[in-house]
């Protein structure tokens, strides 16, 4: 069984986007690989994108990438966002999984949801830099 929907709300500001989604899918295990799955191509999936073609042939080979050398979700995303950080600069964020919801706001062309070897992969830009609170 595999539920997916996915619901662009509203346009929030110029170049400000929501976006909600909500994944679900039985059966989920914590390992991200098995040793069989190790030995397949990776292959990325992308289901919704905003982004333009220079930019999302990027992402997928930063995410096909973190697949190769992690096997920890959190390690994974956490490789993910920091390349994407250094590599296109603002604030990424990135959420791994079998199963979750989302309501995530965006920036236009910076939105990315897609599947390799079984996990989800949302990934989006949340603004230019990061604002300190402190």
């Not at 995410?63 to 995303?77: C, G």
């Not at 604030?91 to 939105?111: A, D, E």
Request: proline share 1%.
């Amino acid at each position: 069984f595999f539920f997916f929907k996915q619901k662009t709300a509203y346009e929030i500001a110029q170049r400000l986007v929501g976006s909600e989604m909500c994944i679900r899918d039985r059966g989920y295990t914590y390992s991200i690989m098995s040793e069989e799955t190790k030995e397949e191509q990776p292959k990325f999936l992308v289901k919704v994108s905003d982004m333009d073609e220079k930019l999302l042939l990027k992402a997928k080979f930063i995410i096909t990438k973190a697949f190769e050398v992690h096997s920890r979700a959190q390690d994974i995303a956490n490789d993910i966002r920091n390349r994407m950080e250094s590599d296109l600069n603002g604030v990424w964020n990135c959420v791994i999984g079998k199963s979750f919801g989302s309501h995530v706001l965006h920036m236009t062309k910076s939105y990315l949801f897609g599947k390799i070897y079984k996990h989800h992969v949302l990934l989006w830009k949340a603004g230019n830099q990061l604002i300190s609170f402190i």
